[in-house]
């Protein structure tokens, strides 16, 4: 059975920084490339960052290019989002999926305010 399950989310200022982590089980995670997404209050959940299978190559959406990082622990079966310079419309549940399909994680909450 599918498991992702994220962490690492909390209240930030604004500038501030924050590492999300998600941990996968239930399948071959070195096999399957991830995404992380996000969606804020009375929004759509939108793509934020997606890894391939061997971390070879990323990709970002235009809001967050140069300030979050997606990489991954194929050893620990674990995908992170390091995300920097955070600004107040960052402010959302953050979820990692595995691509393509429908399995999602329960997602954790990041606030960015003063």
């Known amino acids: 059975q599918v498991h992702l399950v994220e962490s690492g989310g909390g209240l930030v200022q604004p500038g501030g920084s924050l590492r999300l982590s998600c941990a996968a089980s239930?399948?071959?995670?070195?096999?399957?490339?991830m995404n992380w997404y996000r969606q804020a209050p009375g929004k759509e959940r939108e793509l934020v960052a997606t890894i391939t299978a061997g971390g070879g190559s990323t990709d970002y959406a235009d809001s967050v290019k140069g300030r979050f990082t997606i990489s991954r622990d194929n050893a620990k079966d674990t995908v992170y989002l390091q995300m920097n310079i955070l600004k107040p419309e960052d402010t959302a549940v953050y979820y990692c999926r595995r691509r393509g399909s429908n399995y999602w994680g329960q997602g954790t909450q990041v606030t960015v305010s003063s």
């Open positions: 239930g399948f071959t995670f070195s096999s399957y490339a």
